[in-house]
C-alpha cells in the first residue's frame, strides 16, 4: 500500500490532492516529504469572505510538519496561492490543513497537544524530537479553539479560588464550573483583585450570569462585595474548603510562634518537623505519624489545643439543618473565645461574621458536593508542578485551560492518540 494511499484515507482535503512523495533530508534529518497541490480547475479560498477566487500569483513553497511515521518526520509541501479577491484584496489562501504563518499542520499539533495532556510538555518535545515551544503552540492552539467553540450553556453552580503562582510571587484567580453533570475550569485570569473578578463576570455575560444559583467562594470581603452585585440572584456559600483552610492556616501560625519560643534555651523543642502531623487529618496519618501525635497530644501546646479545635469544628459540617449547624457554630465560638489560643479565636470571629454566607452551605441542602473545588484546585496544583518549565502565566493559564477545561477539540477524521 502507498503512503499516498493511507494519506487518502484518513487526511483527505477538499479542492487538494497529495502528489510526489519523496524522501528527503530536512534540517539535518531524513524526512518523508508529501507533495500537496491544488485540484485541477480548484480556486483557492480567499481567507476573509471565505469564497473562490482567481489567483493572483503562487507564494515560496513551504514545509508543514504533520504527523511523524515509524519515527520519521514528516512534512506536507506546497507553494500557497494568493487569492485576487475584488472586496479584499490579494491574500494569501486559506490551507485547510494549516493556519495562518504557523508551520505545524492542525492534524499535528492536535496530536502533540493529546500527548500534552498525558506527558508533561517537556516530555513530549523530547519524544517527538520538537523544540517546547512547538509544543505550547499546539496546546494553545487546540484550548483557543476549544474556548471559542465550547457552550456555556446551562451554568447553574460556580466556585471561585485562587492558585499561589511562581513561588508566591502572582496569584491566579480561577473560576470553575461545578455542577454535578459538568466540572471544569471556566475562567482563570492573573491576580486576585475586585478587578480580575470583576472582569470574569463581565466575560461571563450578564445573561449567564442570571442563571446561577450557587456561587461559592473564600470569605475574602472583595469577592463577596463582587459576586453580590453580579450575580444578585445566586446563593453565595462559603464552602467548607475555603474555611478549613483558614483553620489550617490559624494552625500553623500557633505553630510557627510556639516553635519560635521552643527555641529558647532550656525547653525541649517537640514540635519541629510536627507540622505536618497536626496540619493533617487523623484518617490521613501514617502509623508512625499517629505514634507522634500521640506524644504531642500529651503536652500542653497550645498547637494541640488549636488541631484538637480544628477537630472538633469538623463536626459542623455533619449537620443537615442550618439552626442546628448555627447552634453548633456558636458553642463552638463560645469555647474558643474562652480559650488563650489568639488565631483560633480570629477564626472564632470571622465565623460569627460570615455566619449567613456559611449556613448558606447547609441551605443549598446537600446540593453541592463538598470535594469539588479541592478536588479541582488539587487538579490545578498538580497541572502547575508537571507543567515544570512554565515561563509565564500565559503558559499556565494555557495549561490548565488545557487539563481542566473540559474542551471541545477540532475535528479530525483519524484518530492518533
Ligand atoms: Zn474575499
Redesign the pocket.
Known amino acids: 500500500m502507498l503512503i499516498k494511499t493511507i494519506l487518502n484515507k484518513i487526511e483527505k482535503f477538499k479542492s487538494f490532492v497529495y502528489g510526489k512523495i519523496t524522501f528527503e533530508q530536512i534540517g539535518g534529518t531524513k524526512a518523508l516529504v508529501v507533495e500537496v497541490k491544488p485540484r485541477q480547475n480548484a480556486k483557492g479560498i ?6 473562490r ?1 482567481p489567483t493572483y500569483d503562487r507564494q515560496p513553497v513551504r514545509l508543514f510538519e504533520y504527523v511523524p511515521l515509524w519515527g520519521i518526520p514528516v512534512y506536507f509541501r506546497d507553494a500557497p496561492r494568493r ?1 485576487d ?4 484584496g490579494v ?1 494569501v489562501e486559506v490551507m485547510p490543513w494549516a493556519e495562518g504563518k504557523e508551520q505545524m499542520t492542525k492534524t499535528y499539533m492536535i496530536f502533540l497537544s493529546r500527548w500534552a495532556k498525558r506527558l508533561s510538555w517537556k516530555e513530549t518535545a523530547e519524544i517527538f524530537r520538537t523544540s517546547w515551544d512547538s509544543v505550547f503552540r499546539a496546546v494553545k492552539y487546540v484550548v483557543e479553539h476549544g474556548l471559542k467553540h465550547r457552550s456555556l450553556d446551562n451554568i447553574e453552580q460556580i466556585g471561585v479560588d485562587e492558585l499561589q503562582v511562581f513561588h508566591g510571587q502572582k496569584y491566579l484567580t480561577l473560576v470553575y464550573q461545578i455542577d454535578k453533570g459538568m466540572r471544569r475550569l471556566l475562567w482563570s485570569g492573573s491576580e486576585r483583585r475586585v478587578k480580575t473578578l470583576i472582569r470574569f463576570f463581565r466575560e461571563f455575560g450578564a445573561e449567564h450570569c442570571r442563571r446561577l444559583k450557587f456561587v461559592c467562594s473564600d470569605m475574602w470581603a472583595p469577592y463577596l462585595k463582587v459576586i453580590k452585585k453580579k450575580a444578585p440572584l445566586a446563593l453565595n456559600i462559603l464552602d467548607r474548603f475555603h474555611i478549613m483552610k483558614k483553620f489550617n492556616e490559624a494552625i500553623d501560625e500557633v505553630r510557627r510562634e510556639e516553635v519560635r519560643h521552643l527555641r529558647e534555651p532550656g525547653q525541649e523543642n517537640i514540635l519541629i518537623n510536627g507540622r505536618w502531623v497536626i496540619l493533617k487529618r487523623t484518617e490521613n496519618l501514617t502509623d508512625k505519624q499517629v505514634v507522634r501525635l500521640k506524644e504531642l497530644l500529651k503536652t500542653q501546646l497550645l498547637s494541640i489545643k488549636a488541631y484538637l479545635m480544628r477537630e472538633d469544628f469538623q463536626r459542623f459540617w455533619t449537620y443537615r439543618m442550618p439552626d442546628w449547624a448555627e447552634k453548633f457554630m456558636e458553642d463552638w465560638a463560645h469555647r474558643t473565645m474562652q480559650s488563650n489560643v489568639v488565631p483560633m479565636k480570629k477564626i472564632a470571629k470571622m465565623l460569627r461574621s460570615h455566619k449567613e454566607l456559611i449556613l448558606n452551605w447547609f441551605r443549598a441542602g446537600g446540593e453541592l458536593s463538598s470535594g469539588v473545588v479541592e478536588g479541582l484546585n488539587n487538579k490545578a496544583k498538580l497541572t502547575m508542578r508537571k507543567a515544570f518549565g512554565f515561563r509565564s502565566i500565559e503558559h499556565l493559564q494555557i495549561a490548565l485551560y488545557h487539563t481542566l477545561g473540559n474542551l471541545p477539540e477540532p475535528k479530525i477524521t483519524h484518530r492518533f492518540c
Open positions: 480567499c481567507p476573509k469572505c471565505g469564497q477566487k487569492t479577491c475584488r472586496r479584499d491574500l
